[in-house]
């Protein structure tokens, strides 16, 4: 069995990763619905943990089960001088701190665990599982895919929850831009495991600021974070030595 998928993965790798991107999210859908209501007084947001900490385990073990650790960028890496361009991501998580932050200290304690729960089960998907997939198709491609497939499954949650047709539509535009500069730095960095820190940081301040940033700031952010991840892949193609191949390094 595992043979045969990593023979697809070869032969449709762009299949395989939205297959696994439709998949991951109904399962996300599925445990969501089966858990009972989990909000005790101590942990507002455990259900959302529980069912972020699920998908992550299901992640990895189907990471570990393909023999591809090393491959998804889940291999620790020691920081080096390409964590400087990890300096931007941490910009915009500290933008919406500009009016501070809402909520007592058991509701924050709650949501910070919580954001680093869904960055651990996002990244893993995104960043590990689905730019493995993606990467025979070129550094650049791959990229650009991860960040498709990223905005395209927060529209199939969008969706399911009910939310907004504006809301879904600028949710996909903004995740995309963010997961196709997530992707780009991944190149860069080779591990996830920063970008999961950036990740929940960006998803912690936003959604626990007391109000929304300015329409023309979130658009230029947007603007930013496309043109961002563009240079960084112009990056890779400047660097003197060979970049290695991505389908065999962390």
């Avoid at 439709?22 to 996300?28: I, K, R």
């Avoid at 990895?60 to 998804?72: D, M, P, S, V």
């Avoid at 929304?212 to 658009?219: G, M, N």
């Amino acid at each position: 069995m595992r043979l045969r998928v990593l023979d697809l993965a070869c032969r449709r790798p762009l299949t395989l990763a939205a297959a696994v991107t439709v998949l991951w999210h109904l399962l996300l859908f599925a445990v969501e619905d089966l858990l009972p209501p989990l909000r005790p007084g101590w942990f507002p947001d455990l259900g959302a943990a529980v069912v972020n900490v699920v998908l992550a385990a299901l992640t990895l073990a189907l990471i570990g089960w393909l023999g591809w650790w090393r491959e998804t960028g889940l291999a620790w890496r020691r920081p080096d001088r390409s964590w400087w361009l990890l300096l931007p991501l941490l910009a915009e998580g500290l933008l919406h701190l500009v009016d501070g932050l809402t909520g007592s200290a058991t509701a924050l304690a709650s949501a910070a665990v919580t954001m680093l729960a869904v960055g651990l089960a996002e990244e893993s998907l995104s960043r590990g599982l689905v730019q493995r997939l993606l990467s025979p198709l070129g550094l650049a491609r791959a990229a650009v895919l991860v960040g498709v497939l990223f905005g395209l499954g927060h529209a199939m949650s969008g969706l399911w929850f009910g939310r907004p047709g504006d809301e879904i539509a600028f949710q996909v535009v903004n995740t995309a831009a963010f997961g196709f500069c997530l992707a780009a730095l991944r190149w860069h960095v080779r591990t996830i495991w920063p970008l999961v820190g950036l990740h929940a940081l960006v998803n912690f301040t936003s959604i626990n600021s007391p109000g929304a940033l300015p329409d023309v700031v979130q658009i230029g952010i947007i603007v930013a974070l496309i043109a961002y991840g563009w240079w960084l892949l112009r990056l890779l193609d400047r660097r003197p030595e060979r970049t290695p191949d991505p389908a065999r390094t962390g």
